[in-house]
């Protein structure tokens, strides 16, 4: 499985973006994708998930009201709108993509994703 990722780039606060994520090869291999970020200096944390299938959303508390994630199964593709923007959510933002152990329904745990992309930088300026 390959993911590529795109959509980043330079904001003012309260502004938007939309990431894009592209999964490519065996996808069906897989559950669920998720959007990670790593800010310099911080550990990568979850940002988002969702099943292929569109259900179980996961949202971290320090996003949730502002960031939406979605998929587009026709493109094989995942999607993170990010609303009111803030300067803490600068970061390098990675997709990501898992084959979900067992009975597991979802996982925020970057260890446990099986497939990322490169990474795509979002600044927001204040």
């Known amino acids: 499985v390959q993911l590529q990722a795109s959509g980043g780039g330079l904001v003012q606060t309260g502004g938007c973006l939309r990431l894009?994520?592209?999964?490519?090869?065996?996808?069906?291999?897989?559950?669920?994708c998720g959007w990670f970020r790593q800010a310099p200096g911080k550990e990568r944390e979850i940002v988002a998930a969702?099943?292929?299938?569109?259900?179980?959303?996961f949202y971290a508390d320090s996003v949730k009201g502002r960031f939406t994630i979605s998929t587009d199964n026709a493109k094989n593709s995942v999607y993170l709108q990010m609303n009111s923007l803030k300067p803490e959510d600068t970061a390098v933002y990675y997709c990501?993509?898992?084959?979900?152990?067992?009975?597991?329904?979802?996982?925020?745990?970057?260890?446990?994703?099986?497939?990322w992309g490169q990474g795509t930088l979002v600044t927001v300026s204040s």
């Open positions: 990501a993509a898992v084959r979900l152990p067992g009975i597991a329904t979802m996982t925020t745990n970057p260890d446990e994703y099986n497939y």
């Open positions: 894009s994520c592209a999964a490519s090869g065996r996808t069906f291999s897989t559950d669920a």
């Open positions: 969702i099943r292929w299938s569109g259900a179980g959303r």
